[in-house]
């Protein structure tokens, strides 16, 4: 059986009937028609290629978008530490505030 061809499991069930045919349409036709042989291998192969740039652009944009990302969040992260605040050279307790531990714990004693 050829590729493409119907086959009836009783033939008896099969109609057939004669048409005739209008020349000058079939001959338009047959002038019109064109037969194309493409390169199928090489379609593929281009295909392929653009589909590969398209994965790359996306795939660059989506690094893009988490390296922002990233330093949004680390952005945010370093806004609600209190490292910039507490810590460092910059915070000053009470006890090395004064000249003389002794003076903190004689206000403590006033204070009763």
């Keep these: 059986m050829v590729d493409g061809q119907v086959g009836f499991h009783r033939p ?7 048409i005739a045919k209008n020349n000058t349409i079939v001959r338009q036709l047959e002038k019109s028609k064109e037969e194309l042989h493409p390169d199928l291998a090489q379609e593929q192969q281009a295909r392929m290629r653009e589909i590969q740039k ?3 652009v996306q795939r660059i944009l989506d ?4 390296k922002m990302e990233e330093l949004e ?3 945010e992260k370093e806004e609600r530490s209190y490292d910039r605040i ?3 050279e910059t915070s ?3 006890m090395n505030g ?3 531990a002794t003076a903190a714990e004689d206000y403590e ?3 009763m």
């Design 54 to 56: 398209q994965n790359k």
């Design 92 to 94: 000053v307790s009470d």
């Design 12 to 18: 008896e069930n099969v109609r057939r009937c004669k």
């Design 86 to 88: 507490v810590g460092g």
């Design 98 to 100: 004064t000249a003389d």
């Design 73 to 75: 969040i680390k952005r």
């Design 63 to 66: 690094q893009k978008k988490k």
């Design 109 to 111: 004693d006033d204070f």
